[in-house]
Nanobody
């Protein structure tokens, strides 16, 4: 059984920083691909960071240079450091893991990924 529990959400002003964490439990193979997605009201869930089993990371242009994903070697904790936050970053943020390495080759539609946390809210004010 895979469980993902996010923490660290909250409020920030534009230009500020927040760090999200995700506690991961379950078989190690279930975390070959890990990542963070977000969903704003009325919008589809979108990927903001992926990290593969080889440590390779992928970011969309919207967050590149501002967000950084990392994990511990045991794959029990997944973090997302978010800097220079903007109001458009306001959303519910979700932790994701998947056992299939190939789904980390690019950011796919959220429906392609298997395991999800319950989400943590991030609100950025102007």
């Amino acid at each position: 059984q895979v469980q993902l529990v996010e923490s660290g959400g909250g409020s920030a002003q534009a230009g500020g920083s927040l760090r999200l964490s995700c506690a991961v439990s379950g078989p190690t193979y279930s975390s070959n691909c890990m990542g963070w997605f977000r969903q704003a009201p009325g919008k589809e869930r979108e990927g903001v960071a992926l990290i593969g089993r080889d440590g390779r990371t992928i970011y969309p242009d919207s967050v590149k240079g501002r967000f950084a994903i990392s994990r511990d070697n045991l794959k029990t904790t997944l973090d997302l450091q978010m800097n220079n936050l903007q109001p458009d970053d306001t959303a519910m943020y979700y932790c994701m893991s998947d056992s299939r390495p190939h789904v980390c080759s690019s950011i796919l539609r959220h429906t392609m990924y298997t395991f999800w946390g319950q989400g943590t809210q991030v609100t950025v004010s102007p």
